[in-house]
């Protein structure tokens, strides 16, 4: 029933930024339990970084100090803002969804960080 829309991704250099978006179709939105995964070239997927419907965030010891996940309830929209990318970021970046036990995912969006 409801999509999840991924946008944002792109090419930067080490040290760049980029903010990602996802944008959910349908649905109470504020009472989905959200957030960003990536799969990197060979690599399984895994956890980034969630926001939950009460608003307490956690995120990987990989990226902690360098992005933030944030929600704009009333936009359908969580965002995950990336800062001081490094070659390792590079992946497919997923969002997703949950709530009463079944999970949504969108398609991804590709991120490439590279000098």
């Known amino acids: 029933q409801v999509q999840f829309v991924e946008s944002g991704g792109g090419l930067v250099q080490p040290g760049g930024s980029l903010r990602l978006s996802c944008v959910a179709s349908a649905g109470i939105f504020s009472l989905y339990h959200m957030a960003w995964y990536r799969q990197g070239p060979g690599k399984q997927r895994e956890l980034v970084a969630s926001?939950?419907?009460?608003?307490?965030?956690d995120y990987a010891d990989s990226v902690k100090g360098r992005f933030t996940i944030s929600r704009d309830n009333a936009k359908k929209t969580v965002y995950l803002q990336m800062n001081n990318l490094t070659p390792e970021d590079t992946a497919v970046y997923y969002c997703?969804?949950?709530?009463?036990?079944?999970?949504?995912w969108g398609r991804g969006t590709q991120v490439t960080v590279s000098s």
């Open positions: 997703r969804g949950a709530r009463m036990g079944n999970d949504y």
């Open positions: 926001i939950r419907v009460g608003g307490s965030v």
